[in-house]
């Protein structure tokens, strides 16, 4: 059976803002962004949908974000979806600020069994 191919897209990277040095300057000024090794852009899969636990910057706090890898966007749930009702659509536990082991910071959830 053939391997479906994945359709892929350069976007800016979010993490650095397109720059392609760190920007956070923890090295130095010259250090090159981690997220696209100073590219400034990064591939995504098509279709992508704004990371909800980061809202698309790419960070959280100083670091790369966990649930993008710092591209600011991922792939959107399969099928049918609602707002995840344990984070309420944050992609994040409030109490920890750990990304939503319901949903896993994606802020949404399959609408199976779920009403928005």
Known sequence: MATPTIVREKIRCAFCQ???TDPYNQLSEQSLCVVCQGEGFVSVPVPHVTCAYC????????????????????EPPAGPTCVCPVC??????????????RCRGLGRVSAEGHSE
Do not use: E, I, Q, Y
């Not at 790419?58 to 710092?70: E, I, L, M, N």
């Not at 992609?91 to 082991?101: I, R, Y």
């Open 88 to 101: 309420s659509g944050l992609g994040f536990d409030a109490s920890s600020g750990l990304n939503c082991l």
């Open 18 to 20: 397109g720059r392609g």
């Open 55 to 74: 809202h698309g910057t790419g960070s959280h706090k100083t670091f790369t974000c966990p649930v993008c890898d710092g591209t600011g966007v991922v």
